[in-house]
């Protein structure tokens, strides 16, 4: 049973993710408006959902609280430096500095011994939060395309994605043994709640983080060479492959990071079509639904 200070907590940590997610133009006006120096203070306030879960578990260290307080104040103002010097966002050391402490934070599971096993998704939002913060508000790097107010045509490109990569995905993983069919059709609420969840928590952050963010930056530092939205596709989808190095195992499991790598690569296709983060997220939430309910 979760606690009143939780369920704030939740609150609190959910709204800056799904404000930016539905209503991106209105929060990067709004804090525009605001003096430099409160832009940058202000996502010190994500230590707040912290402070509410780790007291009344009896679990509240300070070194956690500071860290939540001012790692995002440090992503912010390196980005702050980072548009300073890169106007033309083109990309530059400070970005992909932000990305890998945010990536490596959430793959290695970095920070997740500050909350309660049950509780330790409250980690990967709030690191989310602070990305979407300093690249939307104060690095207001475009072309992401995180807009969840979805069209029928992030429909049609996720979905198309989806059935070029089941027949190849199926094949590899029946073959590979790493995945086993599951006859038994499962209850309709359980898989529309697997599909929103998975959605919503798992491939909507993922797809911003990998598509959005990491192969939106790397087309730009590779825009000058031949094959540039290649090479920038291709080497995003070898790095979500790579991701997947630790999951469902205690060694570096390849034939995840195989299968991932090449999910990654129709999930940054859906990405590029029209650079909308939905696209993406539709086939990339169809794919581990199957998975999980189907193929796991």
Known sequence: MFSPPIIVAAFLTLVPYLGAAFFPEKIANQAKKL??????????????PYLLVA??????????LTLYALLPVAIAALLWDARRIDSAQHGNWRD???LAVLGLAVDLRWFERAWPPHLAVFNKILLL???????LVIRRLNG????????PRDLVIGLREFAFYAPIAIAFGLSLGFLHLHAAWPNPLRAIGALAFTFFFIAVPEELFFRGWLQNLLERRLEKWKQGRVCAL?????????AHWNKRALHFNWRYVLLAALAGIF????WRQQRRVGASAITHAAVDTVWGLWLQ
């Open 35 to 48: 003096p430099t120096a409160a832009r940058l203070l202000l996502p010190a306030v994500l230590c707040i």
């Open 55 to 64: 007291g009344p578990t009896h679990i509240f260290r300070w070194t956690w």
């Open 96 to 98: 992909f500095l932000v």
């Open 129 to 135: 939060d602070a990305g979407i913060y300093g690249l």
């Open 144 to 151: 992401v395309g995180f807009n969840l107010r979805l069209r």
């Open 234 to 242: 291709l080497l995003t989808a070898a790095l979500f492959g790579l």
């Open 267 to 270: 999930y940054g296709r859906a």
